[in-house]
């Protein structure tokens, strides 16, 4: 038989039925709802008199639009307050599992998925969130869908799709002191581009990836739809089963080992084919820093800001000098340079319990700088923050002068009130430095969460390969 | 879904490459619970001088004179040009939905983010693309002559310029399909419920455990 790549596999393990031209009807096992891409489609159900497939696939949370900050008097933003008690009559009415706000299992939907165990290995895992690819972690087949097709899946348990091709990203070597997962996903954008992934699924593979724990895996995985793909994915080894072990939604003692069994499969074969493979020296990787409006304008922490002078195409000419501009930033300015006025600590990307410890590593017993007005720290989850608050992580963050919140998107996106003003630096942990995404005007420099913590405590940026 | 077969239009240029989804429609929008009224926030940080609010009157809001759909001559575009990897990013179909009640109906593009192409299909909006060079030319065009129009013609799967250019696209033949009778896929996709059912039983026995935990 011809040897397969695991999104082969994957792929062929849920197509339903297929057309001669390739448009494939594709089995959904898990579908994530959220309460910013739900409502219209719970609406069209209803319109269209029809009901949900299968009840038992979906798992419900707000996550969005939640306040971070004391949630006991309910939300003050009438808007947001709305969607969220549409989400909660839309799961009521159709019997789906909802974690609510003060639920402690509540948080990121792409958190509490695989915390639960509702995501696996094998699945094919669906949201309306572009950073469902974060579930492909676990060799599961995970990507983000508009709200049409969040009812589609609602009615009909399927999708209508077309196979992407394969690309293989391999990290050889072993990245050093400091740099993390965060840093091979910028790295890797930074040399693809946001498009270069477009058409494509990416699996993460290489010695760097082996050595990668989940939560790793997970911010990996998550940055694929920033390098355009939909999808990534990492082969199953035993980090991947250990994790799983003991996950409330997981397979229970009578199916286990029939299970990891099978889970062990979910692999690329030996020299199966990639459209595309792309290699990088992973111990050549230093912690990355982004410095425009796109993640692709990223650039070594010791490096400088770049000069769009040297730049040939116009259309990316004029990109960086509009980004420098946006950003108030000048060519050539040494990254280190550059002081930030908020830290955000969060979002589906890195706010998982060991980015909350290696944060916590570098401040403890430390403050932030004068300059900083506001260090965010946002766990990812109602259990994140539980295990953190155990281990006295939270202690550690407020001595430092940072402040403890309650789970949720918070301000990777800025729904609720935890926003950037116009022209406020912030050093973020989050996905995506668009302009005005963590508020209007505001200036997003994204980084991993060590990088982040001592750009809070030195009032700027600082290579966390030689600070201490 | 409404039909789309044929469109004629005025063309606005959007000159920059990755316009992302939260440029075309900012986040405090997606609050609403709506699938219509997102067009007066259409770009709404490029397109205004002042920070919008869902439920703000936008009428009264200081428009930046800079921006394209604030210039005269772009007054009733249809036909949006834009550059690589255009809505790129989230996956909020408030992107599209937000294109279309602002009245447009084709963006023309070289490339773009893959869930924002996709559902702009389920909106009965139309993602072209066409190579770099001739987004290249139809910028000059569009810059050199005013009321500069554009006609689509999906069955034929060509965009033609006055003087009866006519460039040709790709479409995928189920979109199309769909787009050209005003279908919406879930209907023909319960047309095979009984394969989806069978499927599912047989997934049922292979991987119990999928089956049944989130109760």
Same mark, same amino acid.
């Given at each position: 038989?011809?040897?397969?790549?695991?999104?082969?596999?994957?792929?062929?393990?849920?197509?339903?039925?297929?057309?001669?031209?390739?448009?494939?009807?594709?089995?959904?096992? $898990?579908?994530?709802? *959220?309460?910013?891409?739900?409502?219209?489609?719970?609406?069209?159900?209803?319109?269209?008199?029809?009901?949900?497939?299968?009840?038992?696939?979906?798992?419900?949370?707000?996550?969005?639009?939640?306040?971070?900050?004391?949630?006991?008097?309910? +939300?003050?933003?009438?808007?947001?307050?709305?969607?969220?008690?549409?989400?909660?009559?839309?799961? !009521?009415?159709?019997?789906?599992?909802?974690?609510?706000?003060?639920?402690?299992?509540?948080?990121?939907?792409?958190? +509490?998925?695989? !915390?639960?165990?509702?995501?696996?290995?094998?699945?094919?895992?669906?949201?309306?969130?572009? *950073?469902?690819?974060?579930?492909?972690?676990?060799?599961?087949?995970?990507?983000?869908?508009?709200?049409?097709?969040?009812? *589609?899946?609602?009615?009909?348990?399927?999708?209508?799709?077309?196979?992407?091709?394969?690309?293989?990203?391999?990290?050889?070597?072993?990245?050093?002191?400091?740099?993390?997962?965060?840093?091979?996903?910028?790295?890797?954008?930074?040399?693809?581009?946001?498009? #270069?992934?477009?058409?494509?699924? @990416?699996?993460?593979?290489?010695?760097?990836?082996?050595?990668?724990?989940?939560?790793?895996?997970?911010?990996?995985?998550?940055?694929?739809?920033?390098?355009?793909?939909?999808?990534?994915?990492?082969?199953?080894? /035993?980090?991947?089963?250990?994790?799983?072990?003991?996950?409330?939604?997981?397979?229970?003692?009578?199916?286990?080992?029939?299970?990891?069994?099978?889970?062990?499969?979910?692999?690329?074969?030996?020299?199966?084919?990639?459209?595309?493979?792309? !290699?990088?020296?992973?111990?050549?990787?230093?912690?990355?820093?982004?410095?425009?409006?796109?993640?692709?304008?990223?650039?070594?922490?010791?490096?400088?800001?770049?000069?769009?002078?040297?730049?040939?195409?116009?259309?990316?000419?004029?990109?960086?000098?509009?980004?420098?501009?946006?950003?108030?930033?000048?060519?050539?300015?040494?990254?280190?340079?550059?002081?930030?006025?908020?830290?955000? +600590?969060?979002?589906?990307?890195?706010?998982?319990?060991?980015?909350? $410890?290696?944060?916590?590593?570098?401040?403890?017993?430390?403050?932030?700088?004068?300059?900083?007005?506001?260090?965010?720290?946002?766990?990812?989850?109602?259990?994140?923050?539980?295990?953190?608050?155990? /281990?006295?992580?939270? $202690? @550690?963050?407020?001595?430092?002068?940072?402040?403890?919140?309650?789970?949720?998107?918070?301000?990777?996106?800025?729904?609720?009130?935890?926003?950037?003003?116009?022209?406020?630096?912030?050093?973020?942990?989050?996905?995506?430095?668009?302009?005005?995404?963590?508020?209007?005007?505001?200036?997003? *420099?994204?980084?991993?969460?060590?990088?982040?913590?001592?750009?809070?405590?030195?009032?700027?940026?600082?290579?966390?390969?030689?600070?201490? | 879904?409404?039909?789309?077969?044929?469109?004629?239009?005025?063309?606005?240029?959007?000159?920059?490459?990755?316009?992302?989804?939260?440029?075309?429609?900012?986040?405090?929008?997606?609050?609403?619970?709506?699938?219509?009224?997102? #067009?007066?926030?259409?770009?709404?940080?490029?397109?205004?001088?002042?920070?919008?609010?869902?439920?703000?009157?936008?009428?009264? $809001?200081?428009?930046?004179?800079?921006?394209?759909?604030?210039?005269?001559?772009?007054?009733?575009?249809?036909?949006?040009?834009?550059?690589?990897?255009?809505?790129?990013?989230?996956?909020?179909?408030?992107?599209?939905?937000?294109?279309?009640?602002?009245?447009?109906?084709?963006?023309?593009?070289?490339?773009?983010?893959?869930?924002?192409?996709?559902?702009?299909?389920?909106?009965?909006?139309?993602?072209?693309?066409?190579?770099?060079?001739?987004?290249?030319?139809?910028?000059?065009?569009?810059?050199?002559?005013?009321?500069?129009?554009?006609?689509?013609?999906?069955?034929?799967?060509?965009?033609?310029?006055?003087?009866?250019?006519?460039?040709?696209?790709?479409?995928?033949?189920?979109?199309?399909?769909?787009?050209?009778?005003?279908?919406?896929?879930?209907?023909?996709?319960?047309?095979?419920?009984?394969?989806?059912?069978?499927?599912?039983?047989?997934?049922?026995?292979?991987?119990?455990?999928?089956?049944?935990?989130?109760?």
């Amino acid at each position: 038989m011809l040897q397969r790549t695991l999104y082969d596999k994957l792929w062929d393990d849920h197509a339903v039925h297929a057309e001669d031209d390739g448009t494939t009807l594709l089995y959904i096992d $898990r579908q994530l709802v *959220h309460e910013v891409t739900s409502a219209q489609a719970f609406e069209g159900l209803r319109l269209a008199r029809r009901k949900p497939w299968r009840i038992d696939a979906n798992l419900a949370v707000a996550d969005h639009n939640v306040p971070t900050t004391d949630r006991s008097k309910g +939300i003050d933003d009438v808007v947001a307050r709305l969607q969220i008690e549409t989400l909660d009559r839309n799961c !009521e009415e159709s019997g789906i599992v909802e974690f609510r706000m003060n639920d402690p299992r509540q948080g990121i939907v792409h958190v +509490i998925g695989p !915390e639960q165990g509702a995501t696996l290995p094998g699945m094919t895992v669906v949201c309306g969130d572009s *950073h469902t690819s974060t579930h492909g972690a676990f060799g599961c087949l995970a990507f983000g869908i508009g709200t049409s097709e969040v009812e *589609h899946v609602l009615a009909t348990q399927t999708l209508v799709a077309k196979k992407s091709r394969n690309m293989l990203v391999l990290f050889n070597g072993r990245p050093g002191r400091g740099v993390t997962a965060k840093d091979l996903a910028l790295a890797l954008i930074g040399q693809i581009g946001t498009a #270069g992934g477009t058409g494509y699924t @990416i699996e993460y593979a290489g010695t760097a990836i082996e050595g990668l724990s989940m939560e790793g895996r997970m911010t990996l995985c998550n940055m694929s739809i920033e390098a355009g793909a939909r999808a990534g994915l990492v082969a199953v080894d /035993e980090t991947t089963i250990t994790y799983m072990r003991g996950r409330p939604f997981g397979p229970g003692p009578a199916y286990w080992n029939r299970a990891a069994d099978y889970w062990r499969t979910l692999r690329s074969d030996p020299g199966a084919r990639f459209d595309r493979v792309v !290699e990088i020296d992973a111990s050549q990787i230093v912690p990355q820093v982004t410095w425009g409006t796109s993640p692709e304008m990223v650039v070594p922490v010791d490096g400088r800001v770049p000069d769009p002078d040297r730049e040939r195409d116009p259309v990316r000419r004029e990109g960086m000098e509009r980004a420098l501009t946006y950003m108030g930033l000048e060519p050539n300015t040494p990254i280190e340079s550059i002081r930030v006025d908020k830290v955000f +600590i969060g979002s589906c990307t890195n706010s998982r319990i060991e980015d909350l $410890r290696a944060a916590a590593a570098v401040v403890r017993g430390r403050r932030k700088a004068q300059n900083v007005k506001l260090v965010l720290i946002v766990p990812g989850s109602g259990l994140v923050k539980r295990q953190a608050e155990q /281990e006295g992580l939270d $202690r @550690i963050f407020r001595d430092a002068g940072f402040e403890w919140r309650e789970p949720g998107c918070s301000m990777c996106l800025g729904m609720n009130a935890d926003v950037l003003l116009a022209g406020e630096r912030c050093a973020s942990t989050s996905n995506r430095n668009f302009e005005g995404r963590q508020g209007a005007g505001g200036r997003t *420099h994204l980084v991993s969460p060590e990088m982040a913590a001592a750009a809070a405590i030195e009032g700027h940026f600082v290579d966390v390969r030689r600070w201490r | 879904m409404d039909k789309f077969i044929t469109h004629q239009g005025i063309v606005a240029p959007l000159d920059r490459a990755n316009v992302d989804t939260d440029a075309i429609i900012p986040k405090q929008f997606l609050k609403s619970i709506k699938r219509s009224g997102f #067009g007066p926030n259409l770009f709404d940080s490029w397109r205004y001088l002042d920070v919008g609010e869902p439920d703000s009157d936008n009428s009264g $809001r200081p428009l930046n004179p800079d921006f394209i759909l604030n210039q005269e001559r772009y007054k009733g575009a249809s036909i949006l040009l834009a550059r690589k990897n255009f809505g790129c990013g989230s996956s909020r179909e408030h992107a599209p939905w937000a294109l279309c009640d602002y009245g447009f109906k084709v963006v023309i593009a070289p490339s773009y983010g893959e869930i924002f192409f996709n559902n702009s299909f389920k909106t009965g909006f139309l993602p072209i693309v066409l190579p770099e060079s001739q987004i290249d030319r139809l910028f000059h065009e569009v810059f050199a002559f005013p009321g500069f129009r554009l006609t689509v013609d999906l069955q034929a799967q060509t965009v033609s310029t006055g003087d009866g250019t006519a460039m040709p696209f790709e479409v995928d033949a189920f979109r199309k399909y769909c787009l050209l009778n005003g279908l919406d896929d879930i209907g023909l996709t319960l047309r095979n419920a009984e394969k989806i059912r069978a499927f599912e039983d047989k997934r049922r026995l292979a991987q119990p455990w999928l089956f049944g935990a989130i109760v």
